[in-house]
């Protein structure tokens, strides 16, 4: 079973920047999809960028300030500019085939306060 952990996360005040670390226990540079999601509480979670099939796209609220990357091993986000509402717990995630499930890592918290 693929395992993935997640780390970076901690406590930044507006502005400023943060780079998350998704390992994962297995090769990945053939998976089919990798990527990012959050969660608050009492909202689901919502996708922030991802990598299939070598395309990258991004939630609105992030384009231009995240930056999603991976090598074999690990998947990355970089957060520029970050903001009170990007705050939440990131999850990472792989999808080796179309017809994978996902795999997914325990979550790691962003928060961006003042």
């Known amino acids: 079973q693929v395992q993935l952990v997640e780390s970076g996360g901690g406590l930044v005040q507006p502005g400023e920047s943060l780079r998350l670390t998704c390992t994962v226990s297995?090769?990945?540079?053939?998976?089919?999809?990798v990527g990012w999601y959050r969660q608050v509480p009492g909202k689901q979670r919502e996708v922030v960028a991802q990598i299939i099939r070598g395309v990258k796209n991004y939630e609105d609220s992030v384009q231009g300030r995240f930056t999603i990357s991976r090598d074999n091993t690990e998947v990355y986000l970089e957060m520029n500019s970050l903001k009170s509402e990007d705050t939440a717990v990131y999850y990472c995630?792989?999808?080796?085939?179309?017809?994978?499930?996902?795999?997914w890592g325990q979550g790691t918290q962003v928060t961006v306060s003042s």
């Open positions: 995630y792989v999808k080796m085939t179309v017809w994978a499930l996902k795999y």
């Open positions: 297995e090769n990945i540079a053939n998976a089919y999809a």
